[in-house]
């Protein structure tokens, strides 16, 4: 998938979670604890 989000004009992350704006993402099913505690510090700065 690297390849087509790369050819897209996407830029490919290779971490477990990141954030860009308000948009949290993560790679695999794998990294769901990594994804949430980004979802979670997403959420306590906006409130």
């Not at 860009?20 to 997403?42: H, K, Q, S, T, Y």
């Amino acid at each position: 998938i690297k390849d087509d989000i790369t050819n897209a004009g996407g830029i490919w992350v290779n971490e477990e979670a990141f954030r860009e704006g308000n948009m949290v993402w993560g790679r695999v099913v794998e990294d769901i604890p990594a994804f949430c505690r980004e979802l979670v510090a997403a959420f306590a700065e906006r409130t």
